[in-house]
């Protein structure tokens, strides 16, 4: 998974979690720490001998999070795969809506918001899909009309399987 802290974007991974002791790699950088919840939100964490007293304070939408830690505040984003994707796009693209959408992994398609003929607004939704049980929305980048939809709610995608055509 791929987290943003402040401007910086790190891939963390979960390598093992056994009790309280958890292993991460982080940037290709293994950690061990243990962790053990104090109460709601509030973290013991101890590495390297070292004992840390951790406040994760969970934002809007659940993806974002306010963590303090030894009296530094640090803002950070869980990037989830429609955002990494939009990102990538966002680079190649500078933000302009392809006329096709394709997914960007093997899904499931939750919910279609969209039918052919609907005029959506960049940032609008059109659909939710689901991947290694994380939902995700897609939405698109610019204004568009939705001239052809090829999936349905329930539909098993494969990565880069064609989902939808628009008139950008």
């Known amino acids: 998974m791929e987290i943003q802290i ?3 974007l790190q891939q963390v991974t979960l390598l093992s979690k056994e009790g309280n002791n958890v292993s991460i790699d982080i940037d290709g950088e293994v950690y ?8 709601n939100g509030v973290y013991s964490l101890i590495y390297n001998g070292n004992s840390y007293k951790a406040e994760l304070t969970k934002g809007e939408g659940g993806k974002h999070y306010t963590a303090n830690v030894n009296y530094s505040t640090y803002q950070i984003d869980m990037l989830d795969s429609q955002a990494k994707y ?3 796009r966002k680079k190649k693209s500078n933000a ?13 398609i939750v919910k279609v918001y969209v039918k052919p003929g609907d005029e959506v607004k960049c940032g609008d939704t059109l659909f939710t899909m689901e991947a290694m049980k994380m939902q995700s929305n897609y939405k698109v980048a610019s204004d568009c009309t939705i001239k052809e939809v090829l999936i349905k709610d329930g539909d098993t995608m ?3 399987d064609l989902v939808m055509k628009l008139e950008v």
């Not at 061990?32 to 109460?39: F, R």
């Open 96 to 108: 302009v809506q392809a006329d096709t959408i394709t997914v960007p992994m093997s899904c499931k």
């Open 158 to 160: 494969k990565a880069n």
């Open 6 to 8: 402040g401007d910086k």
């Open 86 to 88: 939009m990102r990538l």
């Open 32 to 39: 061990n720490v243990d962790v053990a919840m104090l109460q």
